[in-house]
């Protein structure tokens, strides 16, 4: 069973930049899928973007498109996200989610794993 855990939240103003971290305890990291998802205050858990077991194909949701990017170092067990541009919107606690099923998908319950959340606040 892996255990998650995220780092690298913080305040930021509007246009700057965060890198999010995601530790694995599991070796065989590069096993599983992994994906970042985000909760704004009030609002459900949405998808933010999806990196395959090697890191070869990423997915990412419209609304940080050409803002975010997703990569993973299997080597440190490791998945980040790196985001650019940042925008009040952002602002939502992130969660990294790992499973050991191949394929894409984008729907939380397709993740077996969690982290605790990171805290992510851009303000204007």
């Known amino acids: 069973q892996v255990q998650l855990v995220e780092s690298g939240g913080g305040l930021v103003q509007a246009g700057g930049s965060l890198r999010l971290s995601c530790a694995a305890s599991?070796?065989?990291?590069?096993?599983?899928?992994q994906a970042w998802f985000r909760q704004a205050p009030g609002k459900e858990r949405e998808f933010v973007a999806y990196?395959?077991?090697?890191?070869?194909?990423?997915y990412y949701a419209d609304s940080v498109k050409g803002r975010f990017t997703i990569s993973r170092d299997n080597a440190k067990n490791t998945a980040y996200l790196q985001m650019n541009s940042l925008k009040p919107e952002d602002t939502a606690v992130y969660y990294c989610?790992?499973?050991?099923?191949?394929?894409?998908?984008?729907?939380?319950?397709?993740?077996?794993?969690w982290g605790q959340g990171t805290q992510v606040t851009v303000s204007s």
């Open positions: 989610a790992a499973d050991p099923r191949g394929g894409i998908t984008f729907y939380e319950y397709a993740y077996d794993y």
């Open positions: 599991e070796r065989t990291f590069s096993s599983y899928r």
């Open positions: 990196i395959s077991r090697s890191g070869g194909f990423t």
